[in-house]
């Protein structure tokens, strides 16, 4: 079926403001991951999150990010009064299990002013 | 904690070149390695995995990568590039035994290939 799927592709948004970033996984995958990928620190993971299990958020750069997963499926990233140093891509992966690959979106390019 | 290394930010190749990129990683345990590719304008793409078994594992579009335990290394190999090939290459890691399911990746290395 389809990929992984993400929106918006673009959002440009001012400091200061609240965003929200959608992934929409694999149909029947029960992880779901999110990435950032910014220049100078090249991709570095956020959190993750396998079926009813706890997330594990070891990779959120504050407590300005969280995210959620409702039903199983999508998931949403926010990010509460974001700053400059937040522009970057935001990618979503999943896949069937624990060891199987990750199948990677097509990301979302986060512009903060 | 994993980490990745790849030595080789930037490679300029002419088309039918050998390309070696390289890849360590440090990790205490037992790892699945990767390599994925981001061409020009689109997402990441798996080339290919190492999970057990063989460690000279094969991808696609001709890449195979070599996992040599004792060096931490997973270098990644194609006997002849072609242009298509310009692309940035990834290496990462997922650390089994306690590091959880999150990949590592290592910087990524922009490959040009030129004709």
């Known amino acids: 079926g389809a990929g992984v799927s993400q929106s918006p592709s673009n959002k440009v948004t001012e400091k200061g403001k609240d965003v929200e970033l959608r992934c929409d996984p694999i149909s029947g995958h029960t992880a779901l991951y999110w990435y950032r990928q910014s220049l100078g620190q090249g991709l570095e993971f956020l959190i993750y999150f396998q079926g009813n299990s706890a997330p594990d958020k070891s990779g959120l750069p504050s407590d300005r990010f969280s995210a959620e997963r409702t039903g199983g499926s999508v998931s949403t990233l926010t990010i509460q009064r974001t700053q400059q140093e937040d522009s970057a891509v935001y990618l979503c992966?999943?896949?069937?299990?624990?060891?199987?690959?990750?199948?990677f979106g097509p990301g979302t390019r986060l512009t903060v002013l | 904690a994993q980490s990745v290394s790849q030595h080789n930010h930037h490679v300029i190749l002419s088309e039918a070149a050998s390309l070696e990129l390289g890849c360590n990683y440090s990790y205490g345990g037992t790892v699945n390695l990767f390599w994925y590719v981001q061409y020009p304008g689109q997402h990441l793409q798996l080339l290919l995995k190492?999970?057990?078994?063989?460690?000279l594992v094969k991808g696609i579009k001709g890449f195979e990568a070599e996992f040599i335990k004792s060096k931490f290394s997973f270098n990644l190999r194609k006997p002849s590039v072609q242009w298509s090939d310009t692309a940035e290459y990834f290496c990462?890691?997922?650390?089994?035994?306690?590091?959880?399911?999150?990949?590592?990746f290592g910087t990524g290395t922009q490959l040009k290939v030129e004709l």
């Open positions: 992966a999943s896949s069937s299990g624990l060891r199987t690959e990750q199948f």
């Open positions: 190492y999970f057990s078994g063989d460690p």
């Open positions: 990462a890691v997922k650390g089994i035994t306690g590091g959880g399911n999150k990949l590592t």
